[in-house]
């Protein structure tokens, strides 16, 4: 079955780099295929005509000074975008303290030997939450608007499967899953590698660290916002390498190079230079639509720029290739709150009142003796446990100092904040697996876990809807770069696909429609359980046969029935 056409020999048009840092294939980073038209690159082919249908003669070529005001006028839009984000690193910061249970680190320390407990109530509420969002990992399925193309869309939906195993996307769930918890936003980048399936290329769907981008803080949505901005350090040797004309002038900037350190790594970044990623919206007055433009920065030089080789935009669809999915949303931004800040004081109350409770109790293990003058007793023979007997004067001269008990009420004030974050939060002991309150029946049991679950079970459909626009923007990624046939199995059946098989066959060529539908990959045992014992029972009543339940029926391996 061949679906597919065989492509011409030209490369595609954008790469990706170490770093989250995209790269550009065939124009060598600061070289001068960048810069000189009749400079062969293997993006354009030796027909002069890029495989996006970009004629080189039209491509845009700044001098240097034309490229230093460039740089000039973006290090100045990063610069408003680094001022305005200052608060922001902040909360995530902080949010990711309280995560790690750090957060007595923002108290200063007024007495070295004052105890500093903590209890993990936010980090266990999280890691609940994350469990239950990982058994509902996202499968997206791939179905075409128009009739006659269901054959098409069962390949693609195996192309955009094959896609996320070999980028990894169950690691990449597994990092947007902290953002999305603890920070209160997770980003993702859907970006076409050349380099992928043995060099034939795949789109991909990767994880965006929220502390390393910034968006138009003006702007409540993505789709208007006028600028995004990656940045990642990288030493001067990764700058020699890849940009070796260009290292030459740079200077080190006065920028936190490293939003986040770890606390036990000491990273010295004095011989770092920031390297800044920028996609721009632009509005074009002829064409009437908007495009985007990728340019990349460093030590206040202008590395790259799109517009060179890619003038009617870096990726066809005119998007940016970021997908923001907030947790809980914040007014007048596209970013969210996150679990550590709903619960911030509790926890911080509750361990306030262990602190309380602790220093309480080490001073009762420690019992004062007040003594007068007049008791005739010695201090020093006193002190000297060892000794029988003492000899003084006066009794009445002499009293022990007992620290006084904290009330009752303390003790379940605590008890009682902790139990509010997991209830409030929706991981209670239910959707822990707890069985509080005496109930036994598995079937009991299983129906008062879905049910609490539902709070858990509206978060996967917020990140299955961001999911969801993930993989409409891979499919056009993989309709503008798909160049090279590649061959999918389909229930053992070698099918060729290309970017040719997602247009219909007419003088326009035009783009097939699909629409993408998410479900879970990983069901929870419950959920089989529950699905099983239904097809058991459709059995008993004969709605169904023996083979249409052995069908139906979820387990490992059905040859063992």
């Given at each position: 079955?061949?679906?597919?056409?065989?492509?011409?020999s030209?490369?595609?048009d954008?790469?990706?780099g170490?770093?989250?840092i995209?790269?550009e294939?065939?124009i060598?980073?600061?070289?001068s295929?960048?810069?000189n038209?009749?400079?062969?690159n293997?993006?354009?082919?030796?027909?002069?005509?890029s495989?996006s249908?970009?004629?080189?003669?039209?491509?845009?070529?700044?001098?240097?000074?034309?490229?230093?005001?460039e740089?000039?006028k973006?290090?100045?839009?990063?610069?408003?975008f680094?001022k305005?984000?200052?608060?922001?690193w902040?909360r995530l910061?902080?949010c990711?303290?309280l995560y790690?249970?750090?957060?007595?680190?923002?108290?200063?320390?007024?007495d070295r030997?004052?105890?500093r407990?903590?209890?993990p109530?936010i980090h266990?509420?999280?890691?609940?939450?994350?469990?239950?969002?990982f058994?509902?990992?996202p499968?997206?399925?791939i179905?075409a608007?128009?009739?006659g193309?269901?054959e098409?869309?069962?390949v693609?939906?195996?192309?955009?499967?094959e896609?996320?195993?070999?980028?990894d996307?169950?690691?990449?769930?597994d990092?947007l899953?902290?953002?999305f918890?603890?920070?209160?936003?997770?980003v993702?980048?859907v970006?076409y590698d050349?380099e992928?399936?043995?060099g034939?290329g795949g789109a991909?769907?990767?994880?965006?660290d929220?502390h390393?981008?910034?968006?138009?803080?003006?702007s409540?949505?993505?789709?208007d916002?006028?600028?995004v901005?990656?940045?990642?350090?990288?030493?001067r040797?990764?700058?020699a390498e890849?940009y070796?004309k260009?290292?030459?002038?740079?200077?080190?900037d006065a920028y936190?190079?490293?939003?986040v350190?770890d606390?036990a790594?000491?990273?010295?970044?004095?011989?770092?230079?920031?390297l800044i990623?920028s996609w721009r919206?632009?509005f074009?007055a002829?064409a009437?639509?908007?495009r985007?433009?990728?340019?990349?920065i460093?030590g206040?030089?202008?590395?790259?720029?799109?517009?060179?080789?890619?003038?009617?935009?870096?990726?066809?669809?005119?998007?940016y290739?970021?997908?923001?999915?907030?947790?809980f949303r914040?007014k007048?931004?596209m970013l969210?709150l996150?679990?550590?800040d709903l619960?911030?004081?509790?926890?911080?109350?509750s361990?306030?009142?262990?602190?309380?409770v602790m220093?309480?109790?080490?001073m009762?293990?420690h019992?004062?003796?007040?003594?007068?003058?007049?008791?005739g007793f010695d201090?020093?023979?006193?002190k000297?446990w060892s000794?029988e007997?003492?000899?003084?004067?006066?009794l009445?001269?002499i009293r022990?100092?007992?620290?006084a008990p904290?009330?009752?009420?303390?003790?379940?004030y605590?008890?009682s904040?902790?139990?509010?974050?997991?209830q409030?939060s929706?991981s209670?002991d239910?959707?822990r697996?707890?069985t509080l309150g005496?109930v036994t029946?598995?079937?009991?049991?299983?129906?008062l876990?879905?049910?609490s679950?539902?709070?858990?079970?509206?978060?996967?459909r917020t990140?299955h809807?961001?999911?969801?626009?993930?993989?409409?923007?891979e499919?056009?990624v993989?309709r503008?770069?798909?160049?090279?046939p590649r061959?999918?199995?389909?229930?053992?059946?070698?099918?060729?696909?290309s970017?040719?098989l997602?247009?219909?066959e007419s003088?326009?060529?035009v783009p097939?429609?699909?629409r993408?539908?998410?479900?879970?990959?990983?069901?929870?045992?419950?959920?089989?359980?529950?699905?099983?014992?239904?097809?058991f029972?459709?059995?008993?009543m004969?709605?169904m046969?023996?083979?249409?339940?052995?069908?139906?029926?979820r387990?490992s391996?059905?040859?063992?029935?």
């Amino acid at each position: 079955m061949d679906f597919g056409t065989t492509a011409s020999s030209v490369v595609g048009d954008a790469d990706t780099g170490s770093g989250g840092i995209t790269q550009e294939p065939g124009i060598r980073p600061g070289g001068s295929s960048a810069q000189n038209p009749s400079t062969f690159n293997p993006a354009f082919g030796a027909s002069g005509v890029s495989a996006s249908g970009i004629n080189v003669s039209e491509t845009r070529y700044l001098d240097e000074y034309g490229r230093d005001a460039e740089a000039s006028k973006l290090y100045a839009l990063f610069d408003e975008f680094y001022k305005a984000y200052a608060l922001e690193w902040e909360r995530l910061s902080k949010c990711d303290r309280l995560y790690r249970c750090a957060h007595w680190e923002d108290i200063p320390v007024r007495d070295r030997l004052e105890p500093r407990p903590t209890t993990p109530v936010i980090h266990s509420t999280i890691e609940n939450i994350r469990a239950d969002l990982f058994d509902r990992f996202p499968k997206a399925e791939i179905k075409a608007d128009e009739p006659g193309y269901e054959e098409i869309s069962k390949v693609l939906t195996h192309v955009i499967s094959e896609n996320h195993i070999v980028c990894d996307y169950e690691r990449e769930y597994d990092k947007l899953l902290y953002d999305f918890l603890v920070g209160g936003y997770m980003v993702q980048e859907v970006g076409y590698d050349f380099e992928a399936n043995m060099g034939l290329g795949g789109a991909y769907i990767r994880h965006v660290d929220s502390h390393c981008i910034m968006f138009d803080p003006y702007s409540s949505s993505i789709d208007d916002a006028r600028a995004v901005f990656k940045f990642t350090p990288f030493c001067r040797e990764y700058f020699a390498e890849h940009y070796p004309k260009e290292s030459e002038r740079m200077n080190p900037d006065a920028y936190t190079l490293r939003r986040v350190k770890d606390c036990a790594l000491n990273v010295d970044d004095s011989d770092s230079i920031l390297l800044i990623e920028s996609w721009r919206r632009e509005f074009d007055a002829e064409a009437g639509i908007h495009r985007i433009h990728m340019q990349k920065i460093a030590g206040g030089v202008l590395l790259e720029d799109s517009r060179d080789y890619k003038p009617n935009g870096f990726y066809s669809h005119g998007k940016y290739p970021f997908i923001i999915t907030p947790l809980f949303r914040r007014k007048g931004t596209m970013l969210g709150l996150g679990y550590a800040d709903l619960f911030e004081n509790q926890q911080r109350f509750s361990d306030k009142l262990d602190q309380i409770v602790m220093k309480n109790a080490l001073m009762a293990s420690h019992n004062k003796l007040l003594m007068t003058g007049a008791s005739g007793f010695d201090l020093a023979d006193l002190k000297d446990w060892s000794k029988e007997v003492h000899i003084g004067e006066n009794l009445n001269g002499i009293r022990w100092f007992s620290t006084a008990p904290l009330p009752s009420y303390i003790i379940d004030y605590i008890s009682s904040i902790r139990e509010s974050i997991k209830q409030e939060s929706g991981s209670n002991d239910f959707s822990r697996g707890g069985t509080l309150g005496g109930v036994t029946a598995a079937s009991a049991i299983i129906a008062l876990q879905e049910m609490s679950s539902k709070r858990s079970r509206m978060l996967s459909r917020t990140i299955h809807a961001g999911f969801s626009q993930a993989v409409r923007l891979e499919i056009e990624v993989e309709r503008e770069n798909a160049v090279f046939p590649r061959t999918i199995s389909i229930d053992q059946t070698a099918v060729h696909y290309s970017r040719d098989l997602l247009r219909i066959e007419s003088s326009m060529s035009v783009p097939i429609e699909f629409r993408v539908t998410v479900s879970v990959d990983h069901d929870d045992s419950a959920s089989i359980l529950a699905h099983n014992e239904t097809i058991f029972k459709m059995l008993q009543m004969g709605i169904m046969t023996p083979e249409e339940a052995k069908e139906k029926v979820r387990i490992s391996d059905k040859r063992e029935l």
